[in-house]
């Protein structure tokens, strides 16, 4: 069974400054992956970035950036010079890499940029 | 074809009335996720499918939901004899075959389901 657990319900951050919302997972797969997905009010689930258990560096996207703790179990992620577009519900998710398919997400964190 | 279409966008029903939603998948993807989210909650998989083959199916797929890929391009989503529990987002992604890579999956926008 896979478990994420994202702490933070709500975040007010001001424009221009970075935030770091958290992630921490719980899994007995050796080799997995980890996502996060940002929701805006539209509902669809936008895809920001990717990490596998495997990779010894932090993925970044453009703004976006994973810092991935393997031993803490944390994959947090980090969004540089933030934007009022920012604002949204910021998912994190993982699955196995292998095997099963399905995506087990967390409870989400309410991003609101204030300008 | 720029990403997943699901049809409704929003779907009001009368408790024990049957519903049914599509998916358009990206055209080249073969594999389809349902997913369901309710409010303040992240989204919980359904089921999925491998072209026309249903894979897997979650436990929270009660007898009332069935799901259909009949020729591996679209899905449907099935709810009978809806209740107002069933009210949520259905939410419906694909991808690409699962690989050693970020193989991520796209969603589209979700069909907004009240039960009333």
């Known amino acids: 069974a896979q478990k994420i657990t994202q702490t933070q319900p709500g975040m007010f951050v001001q424009e221009k400054e970075a935030v770091t919302l958290d992630c921490t997972y719980d899994?007995?797969?050796?080799?997995?992956?980890l996502f996060w997905y940002k929701q805006p009010s539209s509902g669809e689930m936008i895809f920001l970035i990717y990490?596998?258990?495997?990779?010894?560096q932090n993925a970044t996207e453009g703004r976006y950036s994973l810092n991935f703790q393997k031993a803490r179990k944390s994959a947090n992620l980090v969004i540089s010079a933030s934007q009022l577009g920012d604002s949204a519900m910021y998912f994190c998710a993982m699955r196995p890499l292998f095997g099963n398919e399905k995506l087990t997400f967390g409870t989400g964190t309410r991003l609101t940029i204030i300008p | 074809d720029t990403g997943v279409s699901q049809d409704p966008r929003h779907k009001i029903t009368k408790r024990g009335q049957n519903v049914t939603f599509r998916c358009d998948p990206i055209s080249e993807h073969n594999r389809l996720y349902w997913y369901r989210q309710t409010l303040g909650q992240g989204p919980e998989f359904l089921t999925y499918f491998q072209n026309e083959a249903q894979l897997e199916k979650s436990r929270l797929l009660s007898d009332r939901f069935s799901a259909e890929r009949p020729k591996g391009s679209f899905s449907t989503l099935e709810i009978q004899r809806t209740e107002q529990g069933d009210s949520a987002m259905y939410l419906c992604?694909?991808?690409?075959?699962?690989?050693?890579?970020?193989?991520?999956?796209?969603f589209g926008q979700g069909t907004r389901l009240t039960v009333v």
């Open positions: 992604a694909s991808s690409l075959p699962q690989g050693w890579g970020d193989t991520e999956a796209f």
């Open positions: 990490q596998g258990s495997y990779d010894e």
């Open positions: 899994t007995s797969d050796q080799s997995y992956g």
